[in-house]
């Protein structure tokens, strides 16, 4: 057992090429195209909720201008109705007046 | 306490729905016309017109000024090609929701088969709503305003005085 102990922890050298190797590992592209794809995709995912903020504001946009027309036209027809009734009372009064001279 | 609140909360909720009539009984009324004009806004949305209109051109700067407290703006008006599609009698469903006590006539003219309402809904004592109706041949007119305080601010397109003036005096005896 000590004999086999002994051989099991015996230094051996590394293969020829074995630290070129390594270091070529750690060199290889591949590592940088991760983070490009990570990249990528974060200005991906921020495109879209900047695209989303675009998209809701403009709804908001027209959504106001189109409550804003109501709200011009709610208040154009009020007006014009209110000078009717005016129109009407000032008749009325008028024929009241003429009628008491009489 | 938690009662009172809830009570309080109703009071106030009780308060904003009564300003605000039901216009359904005009539905029947879109079909048949010319032309109709439907506007239905409540209070976020007139926050919202408001807020998109501009302080320096001349209307919108008019009726911004003018929709400060509004919490609600109902609008009806149709117009028809002759003048049997409606009888007056078809606006009770509307006038009968404003006898509660708490709105008081400010004018009501009928003859030769027109008939003008202004209603005013008060909450102690002050103006908080209005109902305008207008009727006349061939022609319909339903206008509640809710939050509104004077007449004047919504004839904010135009000269309006007298009527005006008069709004503000105090409430006429329920007829």
Not at chain 1, 59 to 65: H, K, L, P, V
Not at chain 2, 9 to 33: E, N, R, S, V
Not at chain 2, 143 to 148: E, P, R, S, T, Y
Request: hydrophobic letters at 40%; glycine letters at 8%; proline letters at 4%.
């Amino acid at each position: 057992m000590e004999r086999d102990l002994r051989e099991a922890l015996r230094r051996r050298e590394a293969p020829p090429g074995f630290a070129e190797r390594v270091l070529a590992r750690t060199q290889q592209p591949e590592t940088r195209g991760h983070s490009w794809v990570w990249l990528a995709a974060a200005a991906l995912v921020l495109l879209m909720i900047g695209g989303i903020g675009v998209v809701q504001e403009q709804r908001r946009q027209a959504e106001g201008e189109r409550a804003k027309q109501e709200l011009m036209v709610a208040f154009r027809i009020t007006g014009s109705k209110l000078r009717d009734v005016q129109e009407r009372l000032a008749t009325i009064q008028q024929r009241a007046l003429q009628r008491s001279e009489q | 306490m938690r009662k009172l609140m809830v009570a309080v909360w109703m009071m106030i909720a009780g308060t904003c729905l009564a300003q605000q009539i039901d216009l359904k009984a005009l539905d029947q009324f879109a079909a048949k016309a010319k032309s109709k004009t439907e506007i239905n806004m409540d209070e976020s949305m007139v926050k919202s017109a408001a807020s998109f209109l501009n302080p320096e051109k001349g209307d919108e700067a008019a009726v911004k000024k003018s929709v400060n407290g509004l919490k609600g703006f109902f609008l009806r008006s149709y117009e028809f090609d002759n003048s049997g599609i409606f009888k007056l009698e078809d606006l009770k469903p509307i006038l009968d929701q404003i006898k509660g006590p708490n709105w008081t006539s400010f004018l009501r003219n009928q003859e030769d088969g027109e008939q003008t309402e202004i209603w005013f809904h008060r909450t102690n004592g002050q103006i908080d709503g209005m109902l305008l109706v207008a009727a006349e041949p061939g022609e319909l007119t339903v206008i509640n305003a809710v939050g509104l305080t004077r007449l004047e601010d919504l004839s904010a397109l135009g000269e309006f005085g007298k009527l005006a003036d008069q709004s503000q005096k105090k409430a006429p005896p329920k007829p």
